[in-house]
């Protein structure tokens, strides 16, 4: 429960809140189950504070200071939270449905199993944050950087992930169907057993990446650079392929059938059992160097 002289302090305004904890700066605040609904915390200094389990509906969080904070199972749908510093914040199962987080630092934060649907993240920092099993389905993350972020079993089924940072991200047995990709940078991430069916990867850096047990039924990889990306035993049926750099990447057991790769670089490529049935190979560079005709 919320230390009632804390919170007393915080109601006051977050000028007599800040200037409070700068003047105890020993004093860790307890706000833990609070109703905060719709109150105006803009900028103020909540580094460290126990916010477990606080309701926060439609509060105003703009540029607020959340460094370390607790914020397990807090109740934040709808909330402002553009520009905040969150790094290594503990958001696990909190509910951020319908959040606005554009430009927010979440580096290091902890936000398993939390409620981010339909969320507003583009521009956010999630670098080595961790995500896993998170539900970001339909959440705008354009431009985002989650290099590094834990992201297994997330759902990010419609995400808007364009031009995001995603290198060596670990994006194992999520779900990424009909995301969009276009432009973002996967290099060395871990996409086993992810779900990338009908995902637009156009253009995307997806170099060294893994992706074996993969699917990718129906996806867009229009310019997409596999250079060494590991794609064993992986679906492509029907997938465009058509200018993608594939050069060295391990293909071997993978199922081309009526896939289009044509102008697509398959130069040092492993393709030993793979299927390409029914594959549109115009102008492929196979892997002797040949170009198909």
């Known amino acids: 429960m919320a230390n009632e002289e804390h919170l007393s302090l915080l109601k006051q305004g977050v000028n007599s ?12 605040p307890d706000i833990s189950g609070a109703n905060l609904n719709q109150m105006n ?3 103020a200094n909540l580094s460290g504070v126990d916010l477990q389990r606080v309701i926060l509906h439609g509060a105003n969080l703009t540029a607020a200071n959340l460094h370390n904070a607790m914020l397990v199972n807090a109740d934040m749908s ?24 554009s430009g927010a630092n979440l580096s290091g934060a902890d936000l398993s199993d939390v409620q981010l649907n339909r969320s507003d993240l583009s521009g956010v920092n999630l670098s080595g944050a961790n995500l896993s099993h998170v539900n970001l389905l339909g959440a705008d993350l354009s431009g985002a950087n989650l290099s590094s972020t834990i992201l297994s079993h997330a759902d990010l089924s419609r995400a808007e992930l364009s031009r995001a940072e995603l290198k060596q991200a670990d994006l194992s047995g999520a779900n990424l169907s009909e995301a ?13 057993e992810a779900n990338l069916s009908r995902a637009r990867l156009n253009r995307a850096d997806l ?3 893994t992706l074996v047990g993969a699917k ?3 996806a867009t990889l229009v310019g997409t650079k596999l250079t060494r990306a590991k794609l064993s035993n992986v679906d492509l049926s029907g997938t465009n392929l058509s200018g993608a750099n594939l050069s060295s990447a391990v293909l071997s057991d993978a199922n081309f059938k009526d896939a289009n790769l044509s102008g697509a670089n398959l130069k040092d490529a492993h393709l030993e059992n793979a299927t390409l049935e029914g594959a549109d190979l115009s102008q492929v560079t196979m892997p002797d160097g040949s170009v198909h005709d």
């Open 207 to 209: 170099s060294d990446a």
């Open 78 to 101: 709808g909330v402002e939270l553009n520009a905040a510093n969150l790094s290594n914040a503990n958001l696990s199962s909190a509910n951020l449905f319908g959040a606005y987080l």
């Open 41 to 43: 915390l803009s900028e």
């Open 180 to 192: 969009r990709l276009m432009g973002a940078n996967l290099s060395e991430a871990i996409l086993s």
């Open 216 to 218: 990718l039924v129906g």
């Open 17 to 28: 809140w800040n200037q409070w904890r700068e003047d105890t700066p020993t004093v860790t």
